[in-house]
């Protein structure tokens, strides 16, 4: 068995006006993140770690943001294309570590929703699928609640 590991990393900037989508979910708050598609940052990091992992290059390369295709579109359509190449490419997901940096919304109540909704896009088991939030402690662009970022690790498999 094959075993690759990848790594992803997003940011985007919070906004008044913009919905706030995070895991696939909408979530209640004053401001959104402002990006080509819906700039749900938590979705794109684990497209790229998954893409990363399967040494298919990054979500900008699939998915480019001056494509009109992908404006405003919804990242979980990303996130099942990305699947979509993954399998083609004979791999499997074996799980998800993501963390997602935010001053605020607190995020831990919406965790389980987070796992569940991406569970169902990537068709893998919700307990493959880790999530985790922390703050940036009030430092740098995140801490002033201008900006949120996520991290995630991929580990895919071949047979």
């Known amino acids: ?50 893409l990363g992992a399967a040494n298919l290059r990054d979500i900008g390369y699939h998915f480019p943001d001056n494509a009109d295709e992908f404006h405003d579109v919804d990242s979980k359509i990303l996130l099942e294309k990305t699947m979509d190449l993954l399998r083609d490419k004979g791999y499997s997901v074996g799980n998800i570590d993501a963390t997602i940096c935010a001053e605020q919304p607190k995020l831990n109540p919406y965790i389980p929703a987070m796992q569940q909704k991406l569970s169902e896009v990537m068709k893998v088991d919700a307990e493959a699928i880790s999530i985790k939030a922390t703050t940036s402690e009030k430092m740098g662009f995140v801490g002033r609640e201008e900006g949120i970022t996520a991290y995630a690790v991929a580990l895919v498999q071949k047979p």
Do not use: P
């Open 1 to 50: 068995m094959q075993i690759r590991i990848g790594f992803g990393y997003d940011m985007h900037r919070l906004q008044e006006g913009r919905a706030l989508w995070m895991g696939g979910i909408k979530l209640e708050y004053q401001k959104g993140l402002l990006g080509h598609s819906d700039a749900d940052v938590l979705i794109h990091a684990v497209c790229d770690a998954l």
